[in-house]
């Protein structure tokens, strides 16, 4: 899984989630309010959990997790959010893929292609790069509380299509249609998983040069600081040297 979970890796280790807590919160707190559309209960409603789940993990406190689910659900006046996804090119010739949430379509298209042109790539018409990429269900679990080989023999009664294990993280990795009843499976055996979410991997990875790295790493962190961005996905393969570099 290069790119996407690349660049998150090299986030991860320059800690910048953790300052850019509050903002974190707001963009969870508008994917709450959209999922909470198809019903306020997370029992029915499997995307309603997958936030929720996301949302305490990531330390969202109660309160605005409550308060989110309930004007998504009618007992507030919501905004009215849809989802917007535009394709485009990085330094180096990398397809990205951004996914947004917006109460104004033209306002959050003009702002992700001046952040495309600014940075260095061009943002392409829809199809563009999709078809480099493949719709995942992705789950982690902590390798501190669970052993390696229960953790995969776990994966494999579920259903699961792949785990891995590196670092202080297992991996699960599913296909689309399966990602709810492998999620909800394995955390009937070990809890919610520290992250559990539907997520783009590449399947046509582009190597990138030291040259193109940083440039890349500057385009995507600037698309995520936009407000309306949910997630980034790139197809960029960085080597072990480039991303020691980057981490530094």
């Given amino acids: 899984m290069a790119g996407h979970s690349q660049f998150k890796n090299i986030m991860r280790r320059k800690g910048a989630q953790d300052a850019k807590r509050g903002k974190m919160f707001t963009k969870i707190a508008r994917e709450i309010i959209v999922a909470a559309k198809g019903g306020g209960d997370i029992n029915f409603n499997a995307k309603l959990r997958t936030v929720v789940i996301k949302a305490r993990q990531a330390g969202m406190p109660k309160d605005k997790i409550e308060a989110a689910i309930a004007k998504g659900s009618g007992a507030g006046e919501a905004d009215n959010y849809e989802t917007v996804r535009y394709e485009g090119y990085g330094p180096g ?51 501190a509380s669970i052993a390696e080989e229960a953790m995969l023999e776990a994966a494999i009664e579920a259903g699961a299509d792949n785990c891995e294990t590196a670092d202080d993280t297992h991996t699960v990795t599913t296909s689309f249609e399966s990602f709810i009843a ?60 480039t991303m020691a570099k980057l981490s530094a």
């Fill in 93 to 143: 010739g990398t397809a990205i893929l951004v996914d947004a949430l917006t109460d104004n379509r033209n306002r959050t298209a003009a702002d992700v292609r001046s952040l495309f042109t600014k940075k260095g790539g061009n943002m392409g018409e829809s199809g563009s790069v999709g078809f480099m990429f493949e719709q995942v269900g992705i789950i982690e679990y902590p390798t």
């Fill in 182 to 241: 492998v999620r909800d499976a394995l955390a009937e055996k070990f809890e919610d998983a520290q992250s559990a979410k539907v997520s783009f991997v590449a399947t046509i990875p582009n190597s990138v040069s030291d040259d193109d790295a940083d440039a890349l790493i500057q385009l995507i962190e600037a698309l995520e600081d936009n407000d309306d961005v949910q997630e980034v996905y790139t197809n960029a393969d960085f080597s072990a040297e």
